[in-house]
């Protein structure tokens, strides 16, 4: 099996690399174990400089790394330079604070000292996906080595080039041999691997179907793993909302990263009485974006990144408008090379229809019409997903009851949501469990270790 890069801007292929076979699969994984057994007791300052440098690397190739990820998965030029960036940030942000996040927590008790240390547990094995080709890797690994455990990759078969090269930037750093490991293979191998004796935990960022295997294989085996799957997040528009700040925002959130990202919006619910404006200017926006070449500073919105995710796009919004959508921008793939779709807007969405019961992976919106506030929460809840939800109001009451009431791992207010390195990131329900950044990511793949001193 080969796997392959191929431009989605123009369908053609642009780079190969041969999987790995069984021998080398072996051979890396018992790197990963050796390693581990060495950087578990490399202290926190030379991780930090190591880091610090990885992070120097990556500054200062961003035009480089920006233009790989463009051309292996179409996000544009502008969005990839700030993924780019966003990866040497939460680098950096490990590498200053990792030492006041894993010290000793002192805890009260009859004893003379106790409390809980944080310490390593091994390799940790990463199954990412390709819409997010550096940061969804940093987001782990940069936690993950500071806390002194070590990294093997398993990357999306589509982007090959992304996994070999954050392998190289942290071999480049200086980080010893097998800290930071790549396995070229198929999803097809990943149990065995998740099985092995040297792989300690697994994390994974991808489908409900990926999710639900990945968690049967460890579990069978008794290893912990984190699940970050897909999502439906609800944007809520208030009665009090300020519409020239939502309507543009509703647009990024919509179709940051061409629509594919988990935690981009995708369900617009408006209180009836801010509906009509809200959508009207919400449809001409949509409408008024420039689709088209990635790498051109005019393009707000590059193809979907397969062939795949295209049909799979025109089929949702098709069936959706037979069973009775009203399209009120966009609602066709454009004609020619490359895997273009139109940004679209969808009303009049009902529970049977694929906008109103699937998770839209390309620049389609679904926009509700709720009575007052009550039911956009209401609404917004009814899904089985629930990674990150929005409210939009300017009243102190209204935001209050949507942070307190949208039932979702991470609430915003006035503001789409994103990630960061500070907070935690992550679901419930069918969006998965555990989570990713600020401190409670890093203990995810820690020993938790209690200690009492009589």
């Not at 697994?202 to 460890?218: D, F, K, P, R, W």
């Not at 397969?306 to 921008?329: D, N, P």
């Not at 969006?431 to 950044?437: I, Q």
């Amino acid at each position: 099996m080969a796997f392959t890069s191929i431009n989605p801007a123009t369908g053609e292929v642009y780079a190969t690399f041969e999987e790995h076979d069984a021998a080398e699969v072996d051979r890396r994984l018992s790197l990963a174990k050796d390693a581990f057994e060495q950087w578990k007791h490399v202290d926190l300052e030379q991780r930090a400089r190591l880091m610090t440098t990885a992070a120097e690397l990556l500054e200062s190739e961003l035009p480089v790394q920006a233009e790989a990820m463009t051309r292996e998965m179409g996000k544009t030029f502008a969005a990839a330079k700030g993924e780019a960036g966003k990866c040497a940030m939460t680098m950096r942000y490990y590498a200053e604070h990792a030492a006041t996040l894993l010290a000793d927590r002192t805890i009260v008790s009859s004893g003379s000292r106790s409390g809980v240390r944080y310490e390593p547990i091994g390799p940790v094995l990463a199954v990412m996906p390709w819409n997010f080709p550096l940061w969804q890797v940093i987001r782990f690994a940069a936690p993950t080595l500071m806390a002194g455990n070590v990294v093997v990759l398993k990357h999306a078969s589509n982007v090959p080039n992304a996994a070999i090269a954050m392998e190289n930037l942290f071999r480049r750093a200086g980080f010893p041999e097998g800290c930071f490991v790549n396995l070229l293979i198929g999803s097809k191998r990943v149990a065995d691997v998740i099985r092995d004796e040297r792989i300690a935990a697994v994390t994974l960022t991808g489908s409900e179907a990926a999710g639900e295997s990945v968690a049967s294989i460890a579990g069978s085996v008794l290893k912990k793993c984190v699940l970050e799957l897909g999502g439906s997040d609800p944007f809520v528009v208030a009665q009090s909302v300020d519409m020239d700040l939502a309507v543009p925002m509703a647009v990024t959130a919509r179709t940051q990263n061409n629509g594919q990202a988990c935690i981009a919006a995708k369900r617009f619910i408006v209180v009836e009485s801010r509906a009509e404006e809200f959508t009207e200017r919400f449809s001409a926006a949509m409408g008024a974006l420039v689709v088209g070449d990635p790498m051109d500073p005019a393009t707000n919105v590059g193809p979907l990144a397969t062939k795949g995710q295209l049909e799979e796009t025109r089929i949702q919004v098709a069936e959706s408008v037979a069973k009775g959508a009203i399209v009120t921008a966009g609602g066709k793939a454009l004609d020619g090379p490359g895997y273009y779709y139109e940004p679209t807007v969808l009303t009049n969405i009902t529970g049977d229809m694929p906008a109103g019961c699937q998770e839209m992976f390309g620049p389609v919106a679904a926009v509700y019409v709720a009575s007052d506030l009550a039911h956009a929460v209401a609404i917004a809840n009814d899904t089985p997903w629930g990674l990150g939800a929005s409210i939009w109001a300017t009243d102190d009451a209204e935001q209050r009851y949507g942070l307190e009431n949208l039932s979702a791992g991470m609430v915003f207010a006035n503001q789409m949501v994103s990630s960061m390195p500070e907070l935690p990131f992550g679901g419930i329900g069918r969006s998965g469990y555990g989570r990713e950044l600020s401190d409670v990511g890093m203990y995810e793949f820690c020993n938790q270790k209690s200690f009492y001193v009589a």
